[in-house]
Structures are given as structure tokens and as C-alpha cells.
């Protein structure tokens, strides 16, 4: 079974950069979406951004300008270049693929952004 697995989370300072990356497990014929969810405490899970296969991104109101999601469609991954990183940035986040057949998650990376 295809599993997604993530990496990249950690603590950094406000104003500072990461960059998540996501790669499937195994080979997948075909990925119509790529995204990145977040999920504060206390708080519902929300989308972060979006990438369709052929490359149209969307991006929540709140990390547009700071954050830029990418793929490699020959890797099956997916990343989250994040600068500018608040506070409020800091959540578990998820990647997710949607594939004709199934929708898939990973299993969460911790990002912290405190001083």
C-alpha cells in the first residue's frame, strides 16, 4: 500500500523559512492534486495550498506571498516552501494526494514558530 512520507517540520524562529517535502511510498499512475493541510491545537484542519497536475496552485488568504507549493510529478512529491513563517503558522502539517482512485494522507509533521 502507497504511503506518503513527510519531512522538513521543526522549530524556527518568526520571519524565518522551512521547507516541507512529501514523497509517496511507492509509484502512483496518476496524482490529480497535491496539497498541504494544517491543523492548529484546538482548531479544525485547513487547506494551505493546492497543486494540480498540471501546475495551477491555489492558496489559502492567509500564507499567500509566503508560501509557495511545487511538485515533481517524476518523484510523486510535493513541497511547502514557507518564509516569512508567524506564530500562527505553527499547527501539524499534512500532505494529501487525490488520485482517481483514492485520497491519501501523510502523517503530519510538527512545525513551531516561536522565539
Known amino acids: 500500500q502507497v504511503q506518503l512520507v513527510e519531512s522538513g517540520g521543526g522549530l524556527v524562529q518568526p520571519g524565518g523559512s522551512l521547507r516541507l517535502s512529501c514523497a509517496a511510498s511507492?509509484?502512483?499512475?496518476?496524482?490529480?492534486?497535491m496539497g498541504w493541510y494544517r491543523q492548529a491545537p484546538g482548531k479544525q484542519r485547513e487547506l494551505v495550498a493546492v497543486i494540480t497536475s498540471g501546475g495551477s496552485t491555489n492558496y489559502a488568504g492567509s500564507v499567500k506571498g509566503r508560501f509557495t507549493i511545487s511538485r515533481d510529478n517524476a518523484k510523486n512529491t510535493v513541497y511547502l516552501q514557507m518564509n516569512s513563517l508567524k506564530p500562527e503558522d505553527t499547527a501539524v502539517y499534512y500532505c494529501n494526494f487525490v488520485t482517481p482512485r483514492a485520497e491519501l494522507w501523510g502523517q503530519g509533521t510538527l512545525v513551531t514558530v516561536s522565539s
Open positions: 511507492g509509484s502512483i499512475f496518476s496524482i490529480n492534486f
